[in-house]
């Protein structure tokens, strides 16, 4: 079982930046990757960024160049640095944890961005 725990959230104004967290607990194995989604009001859940146990990262085109996704290996934790933040990247963001077989997602936080 793995537990996912995410900080971070807030209200920021246009431009402004934010770092998100997500702390993890529990059994994890060697290969696995972790991502944050996500869902604004009434939309779908979005992928906007992974990163592998070996350090491989993916970004949605409408995040890539302003968002960086990193590993804390030691802390267990994975981090989301969301810079040149827009209205529409106005939505709850979740952690994700997956490995073969199984997955686990964290309660969300919400990232409120003004303009």
């Known amino acids: 079982q793995v537990q996912l725990v995410e900080s971070g959230g807030g209200l920021v104004q246009a431009g402004g930046s934010l770092r998100l967290s997500c702390a993890a607990s529990?059994?994890?194995?060697?290969?696995?990757?972790m991502a944050w989604y996500r869902q604004a009001p009434g939309k779908q859940r979005e992928l906007v960024a992974t990163?592998?146990?070996?350090?491989?990262?993916n970004y949605s085109d409408s995040v890539k160049g302003r968002f960086t996704i990193s590993r804390d290996n030691v802390k267990k934790a994975v981090h989301l640095q969301m810079n040149s933040l827009k209205s529409e990247d106005t939505a709850v963001y979740y952690c994700?944890?997956?490995?073969?077989?199984?997955?686990?997602w964290g309660q969300g936080t919400q990232v409120t961005v003004s303009s």
């Open positions: 990163i592998s146990s070996g350090d491989n990262t």
């Open positions: 994700k944890f997956w490995r073969i077989g199984y997955e686990a």
């Open positions: 529990g059994t994890i194995y060697s290969f696995y990757v």
